[in-house]
């Protein structure tokens, strides 16, 4: 068989070894469906040459804008901008922030042509603050370009896709800080073993997702990334929270119940990622992603946003030192009469990251306000979200967070009716701790998505940006009571609904119930008929307000 055509920036002795070339040299699928399963099954993966192609093509559809700079606007700047340096020397724009560029079986004069081409996009892209991906994605297209103008130009059009609905690559702070945020979110969802080790091991949690994107664009050996990259492609963002979610999930199964190799969880991650051979194949890795079943695009992209919109009211759009999420729960001014500062700190690791950022502020104690449910309303409406908490007499403890301003109830009228979104959730901390979500997160077959209905696709309609994160009408729903999440009347508050409810109180904030509901599918989260001890509500408090 001939040679593979590797260009001069390849180390090729370390090509062999990294990646057999042995696969088939054409492609003549058209269709986004048929193509999407072949990038999923490494149609072109085992073919240097076929991958070239493919990625030249991919590339070339990508949307962008009018003027996006090409090959010859690199020939024209890069003696300019490079001067007299030699290539090794020169420095890296500091939008990579301090990443290193990964080797990927380059030759020196590889690892040379990557900052050249570094430098000459922020020279053509200056708007592009933060993007510490960009070196993986170049040193990986060089190998499949001629010269150095032809991967400039393959990743000038990457950066300036124009696609609303295809997000492909973080470039501000605020973007890559969300998408770590939302990452925590979709881990706290879908990842939870691994999540609850992550509490247990670090002191600031989303500091360990915040490193989700490196653990792709610089740690996976060059094989593996090779492979996320080809399905990026195609699908888009969404693969790479796939792929990371699937990276935790084998390292939560490997490292569960052994000492960590240092104190420092991130790097134990960095490093089970950077041999990650050892422990599964590309394919596996591939596979355990593609079962993850993730929320729609359009449900993604409203998390995004919303945790856009939250970290823009605290002012961190360029990067700064955060505080410890995990210490919003402070042990020297929180005083509760029904949970302790770890079983808080339990609690608020299960909350959305960006209420994590938040403190926990008292709104009401049936202790200090009275047993009357008058009062719990007066004291949380103008709170969004708040969280339930209850202890029986029996010494039981359970409660709920509630994603949605108790002031909602007044829309219907003085009628019952329920109201919230998916963010919801009820739990148990005594007898024994355990959560349960909307069912749909677990049970995402129980519906579809509605469906895009214009060319247009709605799920990039800027007025998609007030809608909430799992909104049920966002969803085809079977019937309503998989959305039953929070109701309020003058006599009773109910949480979860249909078959049965999560919780009943009463008007008194005296006697209460719980069993099985449809949308929660939860067990019940103390004894089925039960006396209250007390009730508290606590809302979430932004520590720059205090």
């Not at 990927?104 to 900052?115: I, K, M, S, T």
């Not at 929180?334 to 960006?354: A, G, L």
Request: some cysteine.
């Amino acid at each position: 068989m001939d040679s593979p055509g590797y260009n001069c920036f390849v180390d090729r002795d370390k090509m062999d070894a990294a990646i057999q070339d042995l696969g088939p040299k054409e492609l003549s699928c058209t269709e986004l469906q048929e193509l999407k399963q072949l990038a999923r099954q490494g149609y072109w993966a085992q073919s240097h040459a076929l991958r070239g192609k493919v990625y030249q093509r991919l590339i070339r559809d990508i949307p962008c804008r009018t003027v996006t700079p090409d090959a010859s606007v690199y020939s024209d700047i890069v003696g300019k901008i490079v001067g007299k340096h030699s290539s090794s020397s020169l420095p890296l724009p500091e939008f990579v922030d301090n990443t290193q560029v990964p080797i990927y079986c380059l030759n020196a004069r590889g690892e040379g042509a990557v900052r050249k081409i570094l430098l000459c996009i922020a020279n053509q892209f200056p708007d592009i603050s933060f993007c510490p991906a960009l070196p993986a994605v170049v040193a990986l297209l060089l190998h499949y370009s001629i010269d150095e103008a032809e991967c400039f130009e393959k990743a000038c059009r990457i950066l300036a896709c124009n696609d609303p609905s295809k997000k492909l690559i973080d470039q501000s702070f605020l973007a890559f800080e969300s998408s770590c945020m939302t990452f925590g979110d979709l881990v706290n969802k879908y990842c939870q073993a691994a999540h609850k080790l992550m509490v247990a091991v670090s002191e600031d949690v989303l500091q360990v997702y915040s490193d989700w994107q490196r653990w792709l664009f610089g740690e996976l050996p060059l094989n593996y990334f090779a492979r996320v990259f080809d399905v990026f492609l195609v699908e888009g963002y969404k693969v790479l929270y796939r792929v990371a979610l699937a990276i935790l999930k084998f390292f939560h199964k490997v490292r569960a119940g052994q000492p960590f190799e240092s104190d420092n969880v991130k790097q134990d991650i960095r490093m089970f990622v950077k041999d990650i051979a050892k422990t599964v194949s590309p394919e596996k890795l591939l596979e355990k992603a593609f079962a993850i079943r993730l929320f729609s695009r359009k449900e993604i992209h409203l998390l995004q946003m919303a945790n856009e919109k939250a970290l823009k009211q605290k002012g961190i759009t360029v990067k700064q030192k955060r505080q410890f999420v995990h210490l919003a729960v402070h042990a020297e001014n929180f005083r509760s009469e029904i949970v302790s500062v770890k079983e808080m700190r339990d609690i608020w690791s299960w909350v959305p990251e960006r209420f994590a950022l938040c403190q926990p502020l008292l709104l009401f104690s049936s202790l200090q306000h009275g047993y009357s449910l008058s009062r719990f309303y007066f004291h949380c409406e103008g709170h969004e979200p708040t969280l339930l908490l209850i202890k029986t007499t029996q010494k039981e403890v359970c409660g709920a967070y509630l994603s949605t301003d108790w002031s909602e109830r007044n829309k219907y009228g003085g009628k019952l009716s329920f109201f919230g979104t998916g963010e919801c959730f009820v739990f148990r901390l005594q007898p024994e701790v355990q959560r349960y979500e909307w069912v749909v997160i677990k049970h995402p077959e129980l519906i579809k998505p509605v469906p895009c209905t214009s060319s247009h696709s709605s799920c990039s309609d800027p007025a998609d940006r007030l809608s909430p994160f799992l909104a049920a009408r966002h969803f085809n729903l079977p019937s309503k009571t998989e959305s039953m999440f929070m109701a309020g009347g003058t006599d009773c508050l109910i949480i979860g609904g249909g078959g049965g409810q999560a919780l009943y109180i009463d008007g008194d904030l005296n006697r209460g119930r719980t069993g099985h509901c449809d949308t929660f599918n939860n067990q019940p989260l103390c004894s089925e008929n039960f006396l209250i001890a007390a009730v508290e509500a606590w809302g979430f408090q932004d520590p720059d307000t205090q």
